[in-house]
């Protein structure tokens, strides 16, 4: 049996490396960094805006604008103190914001574009999929589809006054019309580019047709979907103002309409403004929508 000597003992306890210390997570900052971020973009959003809004200033003072035709910003942003202009015609379906009709155009119009997104988000999804797990439904329906595609929403809108009468339901079917074709293709479009290695590999482990399309198809394709809606945003915007202005009568585009009947320029700049900053609004909160939903996906530095 051998004895071991205190001394080496001793000499190797010593020089035995110490153990690093537990590496404590570190505390999240009071101030999370995303109200950060958002100050810095409102403060550039505001610098942007008013440096354009003050060019605008010193062009009228210079003369260098006819104020009758292009009226500078402090005139036709005062137009909104005057309340009733809005009331001929009636600009809002159900008056909101007590005496604030302009709030009720905007509630009127955000109300038709969002409904209309979102049935034509669903439509073309479901639609797009049934299409592309059906091979003889795909066959029949996509060449419809892509022949009404490039058809303007615009053009569609005698039809639905004709079809639903003057009201909500004829922009909301202008918007839906002016996403779910383009949508659709979209759809189809983005389940023929998923990586077939995901589909095998599902196949492989026994998974269904039904499942492959709910677990892998899906989720890869929606991230495509949103930057479609995103970029179709403005489309489905511009469309539900252009029926309000032809044969809906109330929103903002019917605004900008009162303006031009009554040949007041600042009110239909005012109109103009407003649908300016509720659609910047509108695409702002679209892309934080799409920022949670697609956490995973990250913004490109360069």
């Excluded at 104020?67 to 909101?96: C, K, S, W, Y």
């Excluded at 073309?124 to 892509?146: D, E, N, R």
């Amino acid at each position: 049996m051998v004895e071991s000597n205190p001394k080496t003992l001793e000499t190797n306890r010593l020089t035995e490396p110490t153990p690093n210390p537990p590496v404590r997570p570190k505390r999240r900052s009071s101030n999370p960094s995303w109200i950060k971020t958002a100050l810095i973009n409102i403060g550039w959003w505001i610098l942007s805006i008013g440096l354009f809004l003050g060019i605008w200033e010193v062009m009228t003072l210079l003369g260098w604008v006819n104020t009758l035709i292009l009226p500078p910003p402090h005139q036709f942003l005062g137009e909104i103190a005057n309340q009733d202009q809005f009331l001929m015609p009636q600009i809002g379906v159900e008056r909101t914001g007590a005496n604030f009709v302009a709030l009720t155009a905007i509630v009127a119009t955000l109300k038709r574009v969002l409904t209309g997104l979102l049935l034509g988000f669903i439509a073309a999804l479901i639609f797009g999929c049934l299409a592309a797990y059906f091979k003889i439904f795909g066959k029949l329906t996509l060449p419809v589809i892509t022949l009404l595609a490039p058809i303007a929403p615009v053009a569609w809108i005698p039809l639905a006054i004709l079809a639903f009468g003057i009201g909500d339901r004829a922009a909301i079917f202008v918007v839906f019309i002016g996403i779910f074709f383009i949508l659709t293709l979209g759809t189809i479009n983005s389940i023929n580019k998923v990586d077939q290695v995901y589909i095998n590999t599902a196949r492989v482990l026994g998974a269904t047709r039904s499942q492959v399309m709910r677990h892998i198809i899906i989720p890869a394709i929606i991230p495509d979907l949103f930057v479609i809606l995103r970029m179709n945003l403005f489309g489905a915007w511009m469309a539900v103002l252009a029926a309000e202005m032809v044969g809906v009568n109330t929103g903002l585009g019917a605004i900008v309409m009162v303006g031009r009947q009554m040949f007041n320029a600042k009110l239909m700049f005012l109109g103009m403004a407003i649908i300016g900053v509720v659609g910047y609004l509108l695409d702002v909160a679209f892309a934080q929508i799409q920022k949670r939903v697609l956490w995973w996906k990250s913004n490109a530095q360069i």
